[in-house]
Nanobody, 123 residues
């Protein structure tokens, strides 16, 4: 089992950057593929980005491709989401996720979820 705690959310203006962090504890961090999802008010939860166990593979939603970068530091048990050129439509609660299966993280059914961190982008 793994516990996930997100941080780094906040209120920014359109065009700004923000970096989210997710600290993991519990089982060996490198055993898990990691991902980020988000949910805006009144909308369904959506996939944002995923990274494989060792970081060699990444995958992004079309809506964030070229603006967001997911990375991980297995020595620090942490996964990051660097968000650049933020838009008002990026406003959402962002959730860190983990699963032993990379494809499971991508398809939206990861076993473990953090509590979420709010990102608000003003126009």
């Amino acid at each position: 089992q793994v516990q996930l705690v997100e941080s780094g959310g906040g209120l920014v203006q359109a065009g700004d950057s923000l970096r989210l962090s997710c600290a993991a504890s519990g089982r060996t961090f490198s055993s898990y593929a990691m991902g980020w999802f988000r949910q805006a008010p009144g909308k369904e939860r959506e996939f944002v980005a995923a990274i494989s166990r060792r970081g060699g593979s990444t995958y992004y939603a079309d809506s964030v491709k070229g603006r967001f970068t997911i990375s991980r530091d297995n020595a620090k048990n942490t996964v990051y989401l660097q968000m650049n050129s933020l838009k008002p439509e990026d406003t959402a609660v962002y959730y860190c996720t983990a699963d032993e299966g990379y494809s499971i993280v991508v398809t939206g059914g990861p076993a473990y979820w953090g509590q979420g961190t709010q990102v608000t982008v003003s126009s």
